[in-house]
Every structure is written in C-alpha cells, then in structure tokens.
Nanobody, 124 residues
C-alpha cells in the first residue's frame, strides 16, 4: 500500500520561504513521477509542480514559476517543494501525489496516490 506523508507546512510572512517534504513508501519510488497540488478554501485543487521519475524534467504552474522548485531524492524516497517569495495567495493545503507513470503531468486525474496534505499559511 502506497503512503505519502507531507511535512514542512506552517505559518510564514509574505516574502518568506518554506520547504515541504513528502516521504513515500509502499512501492518503488524512483520509478514514478511525483507532483504537488494545492487547494485553497472554497477553490478547486490546482496543479503546482511535477517532476519526472529521474528528476530530469519538471513543470510548474505559471503562478509559482521562478519562486518554487520541485526536487526529489530517490535514495530517500522523498520529494521536496522549496517555496520562496511566498505570497498570501499561496495559502492553501498542499498535497503530494504520485503517478503510475514515469512522465510528469499537470493533470489532477492522472495521479493515483495522494497524501493527507499540509497547511501553508502566508500572512500579509
């Protein structure tokens, strides 16, 4: 059974930084693409970033491009999301997710496994 456990969320002032981590277990982590999505209150879950199985390909939502960086450490079965220059509109629950394919995707329904989420709150 696949488990994805996020950590690193919290409260930060606008302009600050946070690094989210997602520890995976239950299947061969290094074989599959990973992603981060987020959901703000009253809004639909939206794509943030994705990374291929090897880490060689990454895609970002336009709203976070240049501020967020997704990376992975296959030896540690962990994917990260470094978030810099945070804005109040980045406030949301952030979810780690895993595909059953090697290639990255920005499409929510192309992901199979989801973590419980971690809250990120950015104050102005």
């Amino acid at each position: 059974q696949v488990q994805l456990v996020e950590s690193g969320g919290g409260l930060v002032q606008a302009g600050g930084s946070l690094r989210l981590s997602c520890a995976a277990s239950g299947r061969t982590f290094s074989s599959y693409a990973m992603g981060w999505f987020r959901q703000a209150p009253g809004k639909e879950r939206e794509f943030v970033a994705t990374i291929s199985w090897s880490g060689g390909i990454t895609y970002y939502a336009d709203s976070v491009k240049g501020r967020f960086t997704i990376t992975r450490d296959n030896a540690k079965n962990t994917v990260y999301l470094q978030m810099n220059s945070l804005k109040p509109e980045d406030t949301a629950v952030y979810y780690c997710t895993q595909r059953t394919f090697r290639t990255p995707s920005a499409i929510l329904y192309e992901y199979t496994y989801w973590g419980q989420g971690t809250q990120v709150t950015v104050s102005s």
